[in-house]
């Protein structure tokens, strides 16, 4: 009878501590979700014609690149991440007992996988972490003081996330369901991701217009074309353009959503289907990838491509949409941070303009070119021979 008082009593002691802590959980969840939900509805409200020509976006024959102020917390975030990564890792005081490491030594110490080890090295690069030398990668003067934490110069970090989480991430991690959902050929959190993919996306699609690569292209075809950012953008500067987006039956109804608010159904229309194992519309004038190449690998990209080539019409037109790693892959930061959120979360990295040429060759296209769009991203465009 004592033992189960005891038990009793200490059962309640351990209630009274945690119900403080689950109602913090619950009141934090639910305000999560309410700051998404307003922020969801502000959104939709300035989705319109109106807030769109008041921000003169059709009288501009250049589109600005956004303030720096609005991309680079998100690069350093993710260095602030990568380095203290690398220093738990042990990678850092590696480099300074042996000077110099090269990638299969960097893949050994941070037990993670290739194409990820890349992604650390080309973003290290870029922040002037690592540098290049004739036998791997070394320790710049800036990290060596610094960045090491048996320097007495040696600087604490203090990273958004706790550094031996995001190493596991790093070596075994992934978005929670995301590849699983999109290799059986659903959505991912649709309308999140495309609200997401929209900031970017409809700025580019009218300074796309802009360059006139597309030329004469009435009938064009955006693959994975997210909520018709870019579809809506290249109607509302051009009324012969008939454009039509496949995406993953679970999107459709976000891009449906979008093309009504700017009245633009006759005109854009959308067909959910999986990109790899469905047949896409053929005859095309114009194709477009917005974004699209640096979630996959390179054999994966391959079939996009020659797929693309079969939709197009003869003479007809591909557009591939992204921002460019240097042709070294030293940089620059905004692009090594998004390739490196691209190897975390997806199957692919951003690639440079040489990787995207080649596989254009191989799919069979000709006169392949290049030309900056807005910002850090760039159009590599070709032509399907006539």
Not at 197 to 202: A, E, G, L, T
Not at 291 to 318: E, F, M, P, R
Not at 319 to 346: C, R, V, Y
Not at 374 to 380: A, N, P, Q, R, V
Request: hydrophobic share 40%; glycine share 6%; aromatic share 8%.
């Amino acid at each position: 009878m004592r033992g189960f008082l005891m038990f009793g009593l200490i059962a309640s002691h351990l209630a009274a501590g945690l119900i403080p802590i689950l109602v913090f959980l619950v009141l934090l969840k639910l305000r999560s979700r309410k700051y998404y939900k307003q922020y969801r509805e502000s959104f939709w409200e300035r989705q319109n014609h109106q807030s769109l020509q008041q921000t003169g976006v059709f009288s501009l024959d250049q589109i600005p690149r956004p303030p720096d102020v609005t991309t680079e917390r998100d690069n350093q975030n993710m260095v602030l991440q990568t380095i203290a990564a690398c220093q738990v890792s042990g990678l850092f005081e590696k480099m300074l007992e042996q000077t110099s490491l090269g990638k299969n030594d960097v893949v050994r110490i941070l037990r993670a996988p290739e194409y990820k080890v890349d992604a650390v090295i080309q973003l290290l690069l870029a922040a002037n972490v690592l540098q290049s030398n004739d036998s791997g990668y070394e320790l710049t003067n800036q990290a060596r003081l610094y960045l090491v934490a048996q320097s007495p110069f040696y600087t604490p970090l203090h990273a958004p996330m706790p550094a031996q989480r995001f190493l596991h991430l790093l070596r075994v991690g992934k978005r929670k369901g995301a590849r699983t959902e999109w290799k059986s050929g659903k959505s991912y959190d649709p309308e999140r991701i495309a609200i997401q993919q929209h900031q970017q996306s409809f700025p580019i699609g009218f300074a796309l217009h802009n360059t006139n690569i597309l030329g004469n292209a009435e009938h064009i075809l955006d693959v994975a074309g997210g909520m018709g950012s870019i579809c809506v953008a290249l109607a509302l500067k051009d009324a012969n353009r008939r454009l039509e987006i496949i995406e993953l039956p679970d999107s459709v109804p976000v891009a449906e959503k979008l093309i009504a608010k700017f009245n633009l159904t006759e005109r854009i229309s959308c067909r959910g289907m999986n990109m790899f194992t469905e047949e896409w519309p053929d005859q095309m004038d114009a194709l477009l990838f917005t974004n699209i190449l640096h979630d996959w690998d390179k054999t994966a990209c391959t079939t996009l491509l020659k797929k693309a080539y079969q939709s197009l019409k003869a003479g007809g037109i591909v557009a591939i949409q992204e921002a460019l790693m240097n042709d070294d892959k030293s940089g620059p930061l905004w692009t090594a941070h998004m390739s490196m959120n691209m190897a975390l979360f997806t199957h692919g990295r951003q690639y440079n303009r040489i990787e995207i040429e080649t596989l254009l060759q191989s799919a069979g296209f000709v006169d392949i070119r290049h030309m900056n769009v807005l910002g850090y991203y760039s159009s590599i465009y070709a032509r399907k021979p006539s």
